[in-house]
């Protein structure tokens, strides 16, 4: 099932744009959306009308108001999703709907069954998903992901990655949410890591892995809830295993129960070297490269856009008009999710689990694409 992006739209000039959800993640997306000059932001829409009013006003967004303010808003092409987890598919469907394509921020859904049903809904109504992560568009991924691809490393053969803390409770006011349903560090961290071997690999054929809970209960560190418990859900460190449909495999480490913080680490090796990549966390950050023989790391400077969360609607906006396919689309995100799945199947189970989605390569980004250039004048 794929999304559909061969029709262009039938609207000229920039595209529109109006945001589900005022919260601390709305920030990072609106410091870009507002100054990319090919979108405009028309309104912000939370449940909470006052925080959407804030954040207008933080902002210089003209509308603000509930969810349907934003759904029903006649100059909005792209509703950008950025709710809690668990209202994900939910906001998302009520904005395909309303004919509006949909960016979400990572996870795609919770689970299979919805995330497959929100595909076929916009499938049939012709409408694009998108989803984060995007980083895996900032200039550090995709030096990395030019390289590997013209073949500086000969054919990538295996993968590491490594995400190790503590856990995010001794320093988030309201952390409980990251050990529940949907979360923990494979779900709240794993779309990162996953996409960006994904990207290097492509899809996920099978997937082992095992997991643990060191605490059912644990304490809020930081904030007015400082000193408060709250119950763990989810296994707290996961150790995957995933073999590509290219032979390749990886092994990955989530984990929120290593006092030592180690995040960021990615390693890509092929038949003739190395590659060190940078966090796939951040949109930017050097490349190192390691050959048989050399004394250190070759570091190859990064070279593209690196503006941070947004990236990908901008892309999503772009293509819409050009009638091309983005590159951060909805069925990466489920196949990325698909994956997830098997690794806490897998982790239940104790075998290997057949990962049954995929999803193609996206296009590389060019060098040179801008986002700060106006591409869309009325009229072009």
């Known amino acids: 099932m794929s999304t559909p992006a061969s029709t262009r739209s039938l609207r000229k000039g920039r595209v529109g744009v109006g945001v589900v959800g005022a919260g601390n993640i709305s920030k990072q997306y609106l410091d870009n959306l507002t100054t990319f000059p090919d979108l405009k932001v028309h309104v912000i829409a939370d449940l909470f009308e006052e925080a959407a009013e804030a954040r207008a006003k933080e902002y210089g967004i003209p509308e603000w108001g509930g969810v349907e303010k934003a759904l029903n808003h006649p100059d909005v092409e792209i509703i950008v999703n950025l709710t ?3 209202a994900h598919v939910e906001v998302a469907t009520a904005a395909v709907n309303a004919g509006k394509h949909v960016w979400t921020e990572k996870p795609f859904s919770l689970d299979r ?3 497959l049903g929100l ?32 073949g500086d490393i000969g054919t990538p053969l295996t993968g590491m990655t490594t995400f190790q803390t503590p856990g ?3 320093w988030h006011p309201n952390p409980a949410f990251l050990f529940q349903y949907g979360a923990g560090p494979l779900f709240d961290m794993g779309p990162y890591y996953l996409t960006t071997l994904v990207q290097a690999f492509g ?9 643990s809970k ?4 644990r304490v809020i560190g930081s904030g007015p809830k400082a000193g408060e418990e709250f119950t763990v859900e989810v296994p707290t460190h996961v150790s995957a295993m995933a073999q590509f449909e290219s032979g390749a495999s990886s092994h990955s480490v989530f984990s929120f129960e290593s006092p030592r913080t180690r995040m960021g680490f990615v390693e890509i090796t092929g038949t003739e070297a190395t590659l060190s990549l940078p966090d796939p966390n951040n949109f930017d950050g050097d490349v190192r490269l390691w050959r048989a023989g050399d004394e250190d790391w070759t570091t190859i400077p990064a070279t593209g856009p690196a503006n941070g969360r947004g990236m990908g609607v901008l892309d999503m906006a772009r293509s819409l008009r050009a009638g091309t396919l983005h590159r951060a689309t909805g069925n990466l995100a489920y196949h990325v999710l698909d994956a997830m799945v098997s690794i806490s199947e897998s982790m239940d189970s104790g075998t290997f689990v057949d990962v049954e989605s995929s999803a193609p390569a996206s ?10 250039t106006l591409t869309l004048e009325e009229g072009a």
């Not at 595909?119 to 694009?128: C, N, Y």
């Not at 900032?138 to 030096?143: D, E, F, H």
């Not at 899809?203 to 997991?211: L, Q």
């Not at 060191?214 to 209960?217: H, L, Q, Y």
């Open 84 to 86: 809690i987890p668990a």
């Open 113 to 115: 069954e919805s995330g």
């Open 119 to 150: 595909l076929k809904t916009a499938d049939t109504a012709g409408i694009r998903l998108g989803c984060a992560p995007d980083t895996f568009l900032g200039a550090g991924l995709q030096t990395a992901l030019r390289l590997i691809q013209r």
């Open 168 to 170: 995010p409770e001794s």
């Open 203 to 211: 899809s996920i054929r099978k997937v082992a892995a095992v997991g």
């Open 214 to 217: 060191a605490k059912d209960v």
């Open 363 to 372: 296009a590389p980004l060019p060098e040179d694409w801008a986002p700060e």
